[in-house]
């Protein structure tokens, strides 16, 4: 059974910056894509990051428009964790973010459809003032 959960959420102003933490457990880091998804109150959850399986050659990492060339997602498996960087963090960033993972071969996009993801953590809440 995979099991995640995340840490290093929190409050910070706009322009600060933010490093969100996912230990995973339970799941092969070749057999999985992950990413970062949020969900802000009164909106639905959107994908924020993604990454393909460990050995997944053929795609790189995917961004959402909104946070594209702030954040970064990267994945150490040697210690089983995903990592969000945030870096200038806006007011609109506000929302309970939380890593999952699907089921994909090496060979597959990452997705930042919210509905492809199969395993979830409990979130972390991240708030941006301004």
């Known amino acids: 059974q995979v099991q995640l959960v995340e840490s290093g959420g929190g409050s910070v102003q706009s322009g600060g910056s933010l490093r969100l933490s996912c230990a995973a457990s339970g799941y092969n880091p070749r057999r999985y894509c992950m990413g970062w998804l949020r969900q802000a109150p009164g909106k639905e959850r959107e994908g924020v990051a993604s990454?393909?399986?460990?050995?997944?050659?053929?795609?790189?990492?995917l961004y959402a428009d909104s946070v594209k060339g702030r954040f970064t997602i990267s994945r150490d498996s040697s210690k089983s964790t995903l990592y969000l960087q945030m870096n200038l963090l806006k007011p609109e960033d506000t929302a309970m973010y939380s890593c999952a993972a699907y089921r994909c071969g090496a060979y597959s996009r990452p997705s930042l459809d919210p509905y492809v993801y199969n395993y979830w953590g409990q979130g972390t809440q991240v708030t941006v003032s301004s």
């Open positions: 990454i393909p399986t460990d050995d997944g050659a053929t795609f790189g990492t």
